[in-house]
């Protein structure tokens, strides 16, 4: 977990970190190693949209990434024109599809397929599944998903070459989970935003033969291209079992919420949490893994880097409430929302938020992954898969005082905010409330509530129709 230590941003005013954020582009830019595949050809000036060229690179600024395990492979596309484009995914084996519309192959310098040895890429197809698209497949060692994807407008510093439209998707291996939700919110939305290009289209639309006359008949290739192409056997066959995140809350300096009888929430979160995670252990199905093995303070979003770097398929934050009225008890499941179901659903998040307020000011809080637009499309559609993780949970608890009382809230929990790993936070009871609080100092009371817990997890892993 050294690894995460790395606070050492301590910069006390906003223009040190205009000049590190500065910095951190200047890195990577320098660590953006490109490797020219294809000579541009940029003769082709008709109507059509054509391909003149692709190259990759290698994104290794973890900084940027932020706590997803680098580098990440870029991939650059060059069309001649303003593309329409489309992205996504597919299994077995893993592949990245770009299709770019009223598209044709003008690449001489390259043929249509062959293979490829840079990242997680192995080969490159090109073909039209119709007349008006133009079809790159990208395939991939691996599950790595887009973390990014845009347009650029030429690159006019660039005098020497003339350089097309660029189509940049960026793709990581953050598991078969976060590949599934990628694939999944891909399928509902596989537009690229144009947004960037928006300003320079507005300039410059009037003055260029854009058009979207059909294709031309003899490019209508309809090839099928994987004779050349080595078949990969998915690294995904091998038995598999499921990872499961369990994040054991506060820890360390930040005690968490204080029972009548002086019960720190720490304590407790950190015993249901190894009990969760002996319990799916044995199942036999499940790695389990911790956050936190010991009573150390752990920042939220560090807590989201781990899971990360779990490559979890489900992270579950373990917790136990406080109420000013001591009436309040029984268990909530919580999953993550823009806007609070409840008054004291958003007031719960709140006071879980300022876990890391107690750890000094974080000065590196605005996550970079929360502008890019492709991310928080998955992050949607991981949002929707936790409403199932929520349900499962509370179906299991319901024979537990207040199991079934105050049900599945959503709130803006820091900790929830994985765009790639479906997450929920369990609030196992009030520790304010009497007999909340008696409760779960029996260990007797925990395990048994763990357990169903764990069956709940097990059950919706199983039901999950993405396995
Ligand atoms: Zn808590």
């Given at each position: 977990m050294t690894s995460l230590d790395i606070h050492i941003i301590d910069f006390q005013n906003h223009l040190k970190r205009v000049l590190l954020a500065a910095l951190q582009l200047l890195l990577l830019i320098s660590l953006f190693?490109?490797?020219?595949?294809a000579g541009i050809s940029a003769t082709k000036a008709d109507a059509q949209n054509s391909y003149i060229g692709f190259r990759f690179g290698e994104i290794t600024d973890t900084q940027q990434l932020d706590g997803l395990a680098g580098p990440a492979t870029r991939i650059v596309v060059e069309t001649s024109t303003i593309p329409e484009a489309r992205l996504f995914l597919l299994e077995n084996p893993y592949r990245l599809v770009i299709d770019t519309a009223h598209t044709v192959w003008?690449?001489?310098?390259?043929?249509k397929s062959g293979r490829l040895s840079f990242g997680s890429l192995t080969s490159y197809r090109y073909g039209n599944p119709d007349s008006d698209t133009g079809r790159l497949v990208f395939e991939l060692s691996e599950a790595a998903a887009p973390i990014a994807a845009f347009l650029l407008p030429p690159n006019e510093t660039d005098s020497s070459n003339a350089s097309g439209y660029r189509i940049v998707v960026d793709v990581l291996n953050r598991g078969s989970t976060a590949f599934a939700l990628a694939r999944s919110a891909l399928k509902k939305t596989p537009y690229l935003a144009t947004n960037q290009l928006d300003a320079f289209m507005s300039e410059n639309i009037m003055d260029k033969n854009y058009s979207n006359s059909s294709n031309q008949?003899?490019?209508?290739?309809?090839?099928?291209?994987?004779?050349s192409v080595v078949t990969l056997n998915s690294p995904e066959q091998r038995p598999r079992r499921w990872v499961v995140t369990i994040d054991a809350g506060h820890g360390g300096k930040d005690p968490g919420a204080i029972g009548i009888t002086g019960t720190r929430e720490k304590d407790i979160t950190f015993k249901a949490s190894k009990l969760l995670a002996d319990h799916l252990n044995s199942t036999g199905q499940v790695i389990a893994r911790l956050t936190r093995e010991d009573d150390s303070f752990i920042r939220l979003r560090d807590r989201i880097a781990i899971a990360r770097q779990h490559q979890a398929d489900l992270f579950v934050s373990i917790h136990a409430d406080a109420a000013p009225n001591a009436k309040a008890y029984g268990i909530s499941v919580f999953s993550l929302s823009?806007?609070?179901?409840d008054k004291e659903a958003a007031l719960i998040a709140e006071r879980e938020n300022k876990a890391d307020l107690i750890g000094g000011?974080?000065?590196?809080?605005?996550?970079?992954?929360?502008?890019?637009a492709l991310l928080g499309m998955f992050q949607r559609e991981s949002m929707n898969e936790s409403t199932y993780v929520a349900n499962s949970i509370l179906e299991q608890v319901r024979s537990f005082p207040g199991g079934d009382k105050r049900g599945h809230r959503f709130a803006g929990f820091a900790v929830l905010k994985s765009p790639d790993i479906p997450s929920v936070l369990v609030e196992?009871?009030?520790?304010?409330?009497q007999q909340d609080e008696a409760n779960l100092k029996k260990n007797s009371y925990i395990d048994a509530l763990t357990k169903k817990i764990a069956d709940a997890i097990l059950v919706y892993l199983k039901s999950s129709s993405r396995k």
């Amino acid at each position: 977990m050294t690894s995460l230590d790395i606070h050492i941003i301590d910069f006390q005013n906003h223009l040190k970190r205009v000049l590190l954020a500065a910095l951190q582009l200047l890195l990577l830019i320098s660590l953006f190693v490109i490797c020219d595949l294809a000579g541009i050809s940029a003769t082709k000036a008709d109507a059509q949209n054509s391909y003149i060229g692709f190259r990759f690179g290698e994104i290794t600024d973890t900084q940027q990434l932020d706590g997803l395990a680098g580098p990440a492979t870029r991939i650059v596309v060059e069309t001649s024109t303003i593309p329409e484009a489309r992205l996504f995914l597919l299994e077995n084996p893993y592949r990245l599809v770009i299709d770019t519309a009223h598209t044709v192959w003008d690449v001489p310098s390259l043929p249509k397929s062959g293979r490829l040895s840079f990242g997680s890429l192995t080969s490159y197809r090109y073909g039209n599944p119709d007349s008006d698209t133009g079809r790159l497949v990208f395939e991939l060692s691996e599950a790595a998903a887009p973390i990014a994807a845009f347009l650029l407008p030429p690159n006019e510093t660039d005098s020497s070459n003339a350089s097309g439209y660029r189509i940049v998707v960026d793709v990581l291996n953050r598991g078969s989970t976060a590949f599934a939700l990628a694939r999944s919110a891909l399928k509902k939305t596989p537009y690229l935003a144009t947004n960037q290009l928006d300003a320079f289209m507005s300039e410059n639309i009037m003055d260029k033969n854009y058009s979207n006359s059909s294709n031309q008949p003899d490019q209508k290739q309809n090839t099928n291209l994987s004779g050349s192409v080595v078949t990969l056997n998915s690294p995904e066959q091998r038995p598999r079992r499921w990872v499961v995140t369990i994040d054991a809350g506060h820890g360390g300096k930040d005690p968490g919420a204080i029972g009548i009888t002086g019960t720190r929430e720490k304590d407790i979160t950190f015993k249901a949490s190894k009990l969760l995670a002996d319990h799916l252990n044995s199942t036999g199905q499940v790695i389990a893994r911790l956050t936190r093995e010991d009573d150390s303070f752990i920042r939220l979003r560090d807590r989201i880097a781990i899971a990360r770097q779990h490559q979890a398929d489900l992270f579950v934050s373990i917790h136990a409430d406080a109420a000013p009225n001591a009436k309040a008890y029984g268990i909530s499941v919580f999953s993550l929302s823009d806007t609070a179901s409840d008054k004291e659903a958003a007031l719960i998040a709140e006071r879980e938020n300022k876990a890391d307020l107690i750890g000094g000011p974080d000065l590196a809080v605005e996550d970079p992954l929360a502008a890019n637009a492709l991310l928080g499309m998955f992050q949607r559609e991981s949002m929707n898969e936790s409403t199932y993780v929520a349900n499962s949970i509370l179906e299991q608890v319901r024979s537990f005082p207040g199991g079934d009382k105050r049900g599945h809230r959503f709130a803006g929990f820091a900790v929830l905010k994985s765009p790639d790993i479906p997450s929920v936070l369990v609030e196992m009871g009030f520790l304010t409330n009497q007999q909340d609080e008696a409760n779960l100092k029996k260990n007797s009371y925990i395990d048994a509530l763990t357990k169903k817990i764990a069956d709940a997890i097990l059950v919706y892993l199983k039901s999950s129709s993405r396995k």
